[in-house]
């Protein structure tokens, strides 16, 4: 089970990113897909998960209406759309599942 994620980079506030998580290794279909962040001197947390099939999704409160998690099935990809970034945001994000998790991806939101 492998997990690849992409996309991180330096945003201005208010800014947006979009994060790409490649999966491989097992059937993707068949599972739920969380992405999580970790702060600099935080513990990681949940940010946003979408379910198998039917693909429904669930944010953390911090990130509700401005982050869209979505997956493609078929190629075994996983997104997390960011907007209306803020300065809180800064932080690792990760892609994964079965317990598994990828490198992860920086994000940082600065001015």
């Known amino acids: 089970v492998q997990f690849v994620e992409s996309g991180g980079d330096l945003v201005q506030p208010g800014g947006s990113l979009r994060l790409s998580c490649a999966a491989s290794?097992?059937?993707?279909?068949?599972?739920?897909i969380t992405w999580s962040r970790q702060a600099p001197g935080k513990e990681r947390e949940p940010v946003a998960t979408?379910?198998?099939?039917?693909?429904?999704?669930n944010y953390a409160a911090s990130v509700k209406g401005r982050f869209a998690i979505s997956r493609d099935n078929d190629n075994a990809m996983s997104y997390l759309q960011m907007n209306s970034l803020k300065p809180e945001d800064t932080a690792v994000y990760y892609c994964?599942?079965?317990?598994?998790w990828g490198p992860g991806t920086r994000v940082t939101v600065s001015s």
């Open positions: 290794g097992f059937t993707f279909s068949n599972y739920a």
């Open positions: 979408i379910s198998s099939t039917i693909g429904v999704t």
């Open positions: 994964g599942s079965l317990g598994y």
